[in-house]
């Protein structure tokens, strides 16, 4: 499967952006995905995920209630739904996906990456 992520850009403290991450090549819905970040000087870290069906799903701790994951399949794309951004949400965000039946979280699970999308919060 390939992944391209898009959505990202510049917003300002407490606005929103919907990231998308488009598959092809592959049967999407064998795939559990997820989204990870990393900011300048940091390591990738975990933001969010879903089952292939995208009914489990799982939340950085500190991020769970700001963001939301969601996919539809019939689409091929897998969004994540940022709200009240703050400038510490700057980072490129990658999706990544892997045929699991579970939900990952952790980055070395997955085979199959995004080239990732820049988003930057402004205060």
């Known amino acids: 499967v390939q992944l391209q992520a898009s959505g990202g850009g510049l917003v300002q403290t407490g606005g929103s952006l919907r990231l998308a991450c488009a598959a092809s090549?592959?049967?999407?819905?064998?795939?559990?995905v997820g989204w990870f970040r990393q900011a300048p000087g940091k390591e990738r870290e975990f933001v969010a995920a879903?089952?292939?069906?995208?009914?489990?799903?799982d939340y950085e701790h500190s991020l769970k209630g700001r963001f939301t994951i969601s996919r539809d399949n019939a689409k091929n794309t897998v969004y994540l739904l940022m709200n009240n951004l703050k400038p510490e949400d700057t980072a490129v965000y990658y999706c990544?996906?892997?045929?699991?039946?579970?939900?990952?979280?952790?980055?070395?699970?997955?085979?199959?990456w995004g080239r990732g999308t820049q988003v930057t919060v402004s205060s």
């Open positions: 990544a996906a892997q045929q699991m039946s579970y939900v990952g979280v952790v980055a070395a699970r997955y085979d199959f």
């Open positions: 090549k592959g049967t999407f819905s064998n795939y559990a």
């Open positions: 879903c089952s292939r069906s995208g009914e489990e799903t």
